[in-house]
Every structure is written in C-alpha cells, then in structure tokens.
C-alpha cells in the first residue's frame, strides 16, 4: 500500500537534442493519466545544478533536492527518453513501500565504475564484476525510509568529493560499446582492462547501494526507451 502522506512527483531534465524527447515523455504522462506533481526543466537546470560539462549528471542531484525543498517525497526521475505506457501507480506503490526502486540489468558495476570511485566505497574490481550497475533512466525514491534519506547524503557527499568525474568511455571499451555511445568522451579510467569507463551517478550510486543492501530490480516491464 502507498504511504498516504507520499507527495508524488515525476522529475525530467532535458537540454539540447534532448528537448523534443522530453515533450514525448510529458506527453506520454497526460495519456497515461498522471494527475500527480511533474517536476521538468526544459533547456534549463535546477537550481544550483552545475553543467553536464562540468560534473556530469550532477542535475538529477539538484532536480531531487529541489523537489524534497517543494514538499515532495515520493519521488520517479525518468530521463527524457523514456515513454509512459501505462499508469504509474504500482510502480509507486512499490517505490513507497520498498523505500526506493533501482533497476539492473545485465551491465557490471565493475566495467562502469572508475578506480577512484571503486575504492572509495572498499570495492575490488574483482568484486565489483559480480555487481549490478543500475540504470539511472529510471530512479524511483521515497523519502520516508531513513535507507533512502541516507542514500542521497552519501551520493551527495559523493558528487562533493568529485567521485563523479571521469571519463565515460576507457581505452578498453570494446568496439561495439563504443559504435553505442558516439560521441561519448573517451580517456584514461583505469589500468584494469575490465574497465570500459565511468558512468558517473550510475556507478556512484550503484556503489551506495550494494553497501547498503538496496536491492535491484529486473528493467522489464518497468520502462520503455524505444
């Protein structure tokens, strides 16, 4: 059952070619019926958000603060790719009543994740290649379990110490991770050739999470990027 004092709230940032998706995805919530909070900032950041140059995806950071500030505390942040297909209210539920919802696929939190982020939580490569990555497309958060409020302080405390920085694709990456990501900066992550780069909030939060137990969730059935 949902918390009955939950504030729901949809976040979306979007900048440049990401502009049209985001209309889709804003589209695509008036035809499911979302009738709850959207937060959604269009060519622009939220409050206090550096740039995706400067620290990237450091603005899912300051779009959730900016909505526990407005009274929010059930919270789905979907990137702008993303198309609602039906009505979000058990996947709330889950959020609200499991405290967070975090999806993984089949990706290594050991291929993603920089050696300076790895070892600031006390993970091996070793280790980190039995771990899931999660998904950032899809991060749902309720702020009413004392687990999800410690989340975002460390992932925050986290972004402060610079553990976000880093190339997103290593030398390493195999050729047909990199035909995926055109355009993606390329450079030196770390010596290890399991190491295909960093993915920034994913892999620092996928460090957060596996220390905290935070389970993951299969992505079927929960998102559609098409």
């Given at each position: ?9 949809i976040l979306s940032v979007a900048t440049d070619r990401y502009v049209g998706l985001q209309k889709r995805l804003l589209q695509s919530l008036a035809t499911a019926d ?193």
């Amino acid at each position: 059952m949902s918390t009955p004092s939950a504030s729901r709230c949809i976040l979306s940032v979007a900048t440049d070619r990401y502009v049209g998706l985001q209309k889709r995805l804003l589209q695509s919530l008036a035809t499911a019926d979302w009738r709850d909070a959207i937060l959604s900032w269009t060519d622009a950041l939220p409050p206090g958000s550096p740039t995706h140059a400067e620290v990237p995806y450091a603005f899912k950071l300051f779009a959730i603060r900016e909505a526990l500030r407005r009274g929010h505390t059930s919270l789905l942040w979907l990137d702008s790719p993303c198309r609602v297909a039906q009505s979000l209210d058990s996947i709330f539920e889950r959020i609200e009543s499991e405290g967070h919802l975090f999806v993984g696929g089949d990706d290594r939190l050991g291929n993603w994740a920089n050696d300076e982020c790895l070892a600031a939580f006390g993970f091996s490569r070793n280790e980190a290649m039995g771990l899931k990555l999660m998904n950032g497309t899809f991060i749902g958060l309720d702020f009413s379990h004392e687990r999800t409020r410690t989340w975002i302080e460390e992932i925050e405390r986290s972004y402060a110490r610079g553990l976000f920085q880093g190339f997103y694709l290593s030398e390493h990456a195999p050729t047909a991770v990199r035909a995926a990501k055109p355009g993606k900066p390329v450079g030196f992550v770390s010596a290890d050739p399991r190491c295909w780069g960093h993915r920034h909030d994913e892999a620092v939060g996928s460090c957060i999470a596996h220390r905290q137990g935070m389970a993951f969730t299969a992505p079927d059935g929960f998102f559609d990027l098409g």
